[in-house]
Each structure stands twice: as C-alpha cells, then as structure tokens.
Nanobody, 123 residues
Framework: QVQLVESGGGLVQAGGSLRLSCAAS????????MGWFRQAPGKEREFVAG????????YYADSAKGRFTISRDNAKNTVYLQMNSLKPEDTAVYYC????????????????WGKGTPVTVSS
C-alpha cells in the first residue's frame, strides 16, 4: 500500500533550521507532484510548498517564500522541505502529500497523505 513517512521534525529555537524529509513507497513517485502542508493547534491545515513531478516547478505560500525550499529526489522517492529562519508561528504538524500529476498545491486534490511530523519553534 501507499505510504508517505515524514521525518526531521523537532524542537528548534527561533532563527534555526530544520530539514524535513518524506519517504514515499507503494506508488510511482515520479508521477506525483508533492506538497507540504501544516496544521497548527486550533487552526486549519494550510499549504506550505509544492513541487511538480519533475521538480522543475515549485510553489510556496507567502509565509514560506524566501525561507523554505522544497526539493525532491525521484531516485530516492523522497521529497524534502528545508526550513530556515524559523519563527514561532511556524510551529505546527507538517504533512507531506502526493498529487497525481497535479501541482502539489491543493489539499483537496491530494491522493495520499502522511501522518505528519511535529515542528516546534521556541522564542
């Protein structure tokens, strides 16, 4: 069956960095755009970053632009989210999701979701 497994979350001080990874199995990874989403306590899930099937196109929420970088390695079936200059408001559970030949931007389009990895940014 399809599995998306996130890792790399944790506790970091404001201004620090984390690199999230999402390892995919059970699907043809190179046929799926990938997205990162997050959900903070008491808030709705929101889009963070997306990447096309080839990696040639990337998309970011305004809150992530200039600080986060999404990338993928189709040989390793893995998508990454490099997060720099972290802020307390980035605290959330981060989820990766797979979007069959989509853009990786729309939560409603996602075909598969991981279980998430928590990120806590202390001030």
């Amino acid at each position: 069956q399809v599995q998306l497994v996130e890792s790399g979350g944790g506790l970091v001080q404001a201004g620090g960095s984390l690199r999230l990874s999402c390892a995919a199995s059970g699907l043809t990874f190179s046929s799926y755009a990938m997205g990162w989403f997050r959900q903070a306590p008491g808030k709705e899930r929101e889009f963070v970053a997306g990447i096309s099937v080839s990696g040639g196109n990337t998309y970011y929420a305004d809150s992530a632009k200039g600080r986060f970088t999404i990338s993928r390695d189709n040989a390793k079936n893995t998508v990454y989210l490099q997060m720099n200059s972290l802020k307390p408001e980035d605290t959330a559970v981060y989820y990766c999701a797979a979007d069959y030949y989509g853009s990786g931007r729309l939560g409603s389009r996602m075909d598969y979701w991981g279980k998430g990895t928590p990120v806590t940014v202390s001030s």
